[in-house]
């Protein structure tokens, strides 16, 4: 009956559940902000339809049929398996409850690493809250998952080496498939190794035990590394997984692998873990624990340089950063009264530890049940309309379909979602693909630069899909070689003025206005393909 009765542990997955998505400032609808959701469905509907993964780009006229890497494949067949069973209710649900799960795991290794369970739960908070920018329905959340479980697995075998480590190796197998973030273990037992190395230097009658470690982990990265060579395309993914995050355009033009700005809410919370961590890291130096501080600092780097980055950082480092935040008050409460209000929340912490450790059927139980109903949850069942032109394009969907369309990478990964395989786009969110010439020129056109009209008449665009702080909208509506169709206040669709279809000469062009709402977001310079 004991195991049977519900937890602290499951009160707390549910917390998640419902504090991050439930109830949150976007609810459900959050998950569905970035438009790559809309090609990961579609790329996985083709590999249901066709039994295999796509080789050949399917989505765009800019580059048809050329070499494409669908790198996240597996993912795109969970999500397209989920899309079709029970819509985006299926989707986000199944995100938000990935997301949850991986948050619990940091939770629970916090308290292994010896956190007190209040330490933990800010420390938790803190986290989730910096991590929540990358919070989306994508493959990248199965690294946000496989990472807190894997990171937790190397700990323990740090302390008490066992078989289970081992199980890394099909999981990495599993984990290409799903998201490139597998790359992110690899380069984590790599630094296992170089700590172990180091502290054997360092720690003179350990050294037996400290290079023994570095060797095991060393064959636990090889065997790693080999695992991840099973993917459709071998070792070429690999090749082209470097060319993707050395590429300088990609980290001067897409945002998410460009530096945090500590302007946002979210970045402030992130700040205060980032400072926590580097004084964790100087502390881990002076006990010899160079593994925890190399841990640290590439991290704390990696995150720096790229904001894709943070949930990483928190994974790795929250669990660590909780247990010091732990020794600092146990330190601070051994000499004060036991009545204190230091030492009364530390027992309440204590005593409330063992009801956190575990987990029953009854944290499925909320998942269960918002699976099984539609109201009063306001499940979404589109892209959000503050975020995409999801009016214009239902209203003008034919004519756009088999139309030359120019717009955002966003709006594109819509397009592609609503009209594919009629619809063919010129630059969606995937940049890896396009490279840097064709993102070049997009970024010409959409900022009106000097070379913007030859390059929409060598691309033969029929349509202009513009969001409102576009510098070519602005150019468009001067130009009297287009006309504009629709303006929500939102988005505009301007069309090529041809000969058969143009206005009467004198005839005054036509303007649909609905709305006065503006929004900046989808009219980011570019955003790419976020792939956590």
């Not at 989920?82 to 997301?99: E, H, P, Q, T, W």
């Not at 329905?137 to 078989?163: C, E, K, N, Q, Y």
């Not at 130009?479 to 279809?501: H, M, P, Q, S, Y």
Request: aromatic share 12%.
């Amino acid at each position: 009956m004991r195991r049977l009765a519900p937890t602290l542990g499951d009160f707390f997955f549910v917390t998640l559940l419902v504090w991050l998505f439930a109830a949150g400032a976007f609810g459900w609808m959050g998950l569905l902000l970035d438009g790559d959701t809309g090609w990961h469905i579609r790329t996985g509907e083709y590999v249901l339809d066709h039994g295999r993964v796509p080789t050949g780009d399917p989505f765009s006229f800019t580059k048809p049929g050329q070499p494409w890497f669908a790198w996240e494949w597996l993912a795109d067949v969970f999500f397209a398996g989920l899309f079709r069973l029970a819509g985006f209710k299926g989707v986000v649900l199944a995100a938000g409850a990935l997301i949850s799960a991986a948050a619990f795991v940091v939770f629970r290794a916090m308290l292994w690493h010896g956190a007190n369970p209040l330490a933990a739960m800010l420390v938790c908070l803190l986290g989730v809250s910096a991590s929540s920018v990358h919070y989306l329905a994508r493959p990248h959340i199965f690294t946000l998952l496989l990472m807190a479980i894997s990171v937790w697995l190397l700990a323990r075998d740090r302390r008490a080496p066992t078989g289970w480590v081992w199980a890394l190796i099909p999981v990495t197998a599993v984990w290409t498939n799903l998201h490139g973030g597998f790359v992110a273990l690899i380069a984590t037992i790599g630094l296992m190794v170089a700590g172990s190395i180091a502290e054997a230097f360092l720690l003179r009658p350990e050294r037996g035990r400290r290079l023994r470690s570095a060797r095991r982990y060393a064959v636990l990265g090889a065997g790693c590394a080999a695992a991840s060579l099973l993917n459709p395309y071998g070792y070429r993914l690999h090749a082209h997984l470097v060319s993707y995050l050395k590429s300088d355009w990609i980290r001067k033009s897409v945002q998410e692998f460009q530096s945090p700005s500590f302007r946002e809410e979210t970045m402030l919370q992130f700040e205060v873990l980032l400072m926590a961590g580097l004084l964790l890291a100087a502390f881990a130096l002076q006990r010899r624990q160079v593994v925890e501080a190399l841990w640290v600092i590439f991290w704390t780097h990696a995150a720096l340089s790229s904001v894709r980055h943070v949930p990483v950082y928190v994974v790795v480092a929250a669990p660590l950063i909780a247990a010091e935040l732990t020794r600092w008050w146990e330190g601070a409460a051994a000499g004060r009264p036991a009545r204190s209000v230091v030492n009364i929340l530390k027992a309440l912490g204590d005593d409330s530890a063992a009801g956190f450790r575990r987990l029953t059927v009854w944290a499925a139980v909320p998942v269960v049940v918002l699976a099984a109903i539609n109201e009063p949850v306001k499940w979404p069942k589109n892209f959000p309309e503050e975020r995409f032109p999801v009016k214009i394009v239902e209203r003008h969907r034919e004519a756009l379909a088999r139309a030359r369309v120019l717009t955002s990478d966003q709006w594109a990964d819509y397009l592609i979602f609503r009209s594919y395989p009629q619809q063919r786009v010129f630059f969606d969110g995937r940049s890896d693909f396009y490279g840097p010439e064709i993102g070049r020129q997009y970024l010409s056109m959409v900022g009106g630069r000097h070379e913007w009209e030859r390059l929409i008449e060598r691309y033969g665009f029929d349509y202009v899909l513009s969001p409102m702080d576009w510098p070519l909208g602005s150019i468009l509506k001067l130009d009297r070689r287009w006309r504009i169709v629709e303006d929500d206040g939102k988005a505009i669709l301007f069309e090529r003025v041809r000969a058969r279809t143009g206005p009467a000469k004198g005839e005054p062009q036509k303007t649909v206005s609905k709305g006065l709402m503006k929004t900046t977001e989808a009219a980011e310079s570019t955003r790419g393909d976020h792939r956590g």
